[in-house]
T-cell receptor
Framework: DAKTTQPNSMESNEEEPVHLPCNHSTISGTDYIHWYRQLPSQGPEYVIHGLTSNVNNRMASLAIAEDRKSSTLILHRATLRDAAVYYCIRTISNFGNEKLTFGTGTRLTIIP | NAGVTQTPKFQVLKTGQSMTLQCAQDMNHNSMYWYRQDPGMGLRLIYYSASEGTTDKGEVPNGYNVSRLNKREFSLRLESAAPSQTSVYFC????????????FGPGTRLTVT
């Protein structure tokens, strides 16, 4: 089961940090956690991914729990442009052909 | 560098008509994917091509066929459109299958009446 669990929606004030949670309690040792976001009327956009260690890039940080059953996407300083649906995705290894399985995501609203 | 391009952007079909959605990428990626997104839902994988010359079914392949024409192009064909295929279709590519970033096109909005 490739299921991850995210809140349906969240709100945050502009210029404040945002922490988007994700539960993936049945994750196996070789599964990666990916985050994508989708702005209105656009295709999804890669944000970040990781396996075990916390990861940082220019867009965000990914904090992965020690037991890997949950993770948190951190946007350090939200802007209006960050308003989007954020998808937490677990890639299930299938003979090397790992595929993305999208859920319904978290709709993030940024309040000016 | 256009990334992933899709044509057409919009299409309206009558039930039973056929059409082909085109996708091309200029990033020299090996793997390409077709997804559909129904209103208020996440994306679901229809078909993918791990490398030129190979295609495999995803989660919802029924009613669709695909062709990996060459390394750049991956097309999706609806042989006999049905209203249940009304959706937004996204093409994506990645350097290869696995934990690699997928780059998505802008989507094709298809309505079947």
């Amino acid at each position: 089961d490739a299921k991850t669990t995210q809140p349906n929606s969240m709100e945050s004030n502009e210029e404040e940090p945002v922490h988007l949670p994700c539960n993936h309690s049945t994750i196996s040792g070789t599964d990666y956690i990916h985050w994508y976001r989708q702005l209105p009327s656009q295709g999804p956009e890669y944000v970040i991914h990781g396996l075990t260690s916390n990861v940082n890039n220019r867009m965000a940080s990914l904090a992965i729990a020690e037991d890997r059953k949950s993770s948190t996407l951190i946007l350090h300083r939200a802007t209006l442009r960050d308003a989007a649906v954020y998808y937490c995705i677990r890639t299930i290894s299938n003979f090397g052909n790992e595929k993305l399985t999208f859920g319904t995501g978290t709709r993030l609203t940024i309040i000016p | 560098n256009a990334g992933v391009t899709q044509t057409p952007k919009f299409q309206v079909l009558k039930t039973g008509q056929s059409m082909t959605l085109q996708c091309a990428q200029d990033m020299n990626h090996n793997s390409m994917y077709w997804y559909r997104q129904d209103p208020g839902m996440g994306l679901r994988l229809i078909y993918y091509s791990a490398s030129e010359g190979t295609t495999d079914k995803g989660e919802v392949p029924n009613g669709y066929n695909v062709s990996r024409l060459n390394k750049r192009e991956f097309s999706l064909r609806l042989e006999s459109a049905a209203p249940s295929q009304t959706s937004v279709y996204f093409c994506a590519s990645s350097v290869m299958t696995g934990p690699y970033e997928q780059y998505f096109g802008p989507g094709t909005r298809l309505t079947v009446t």
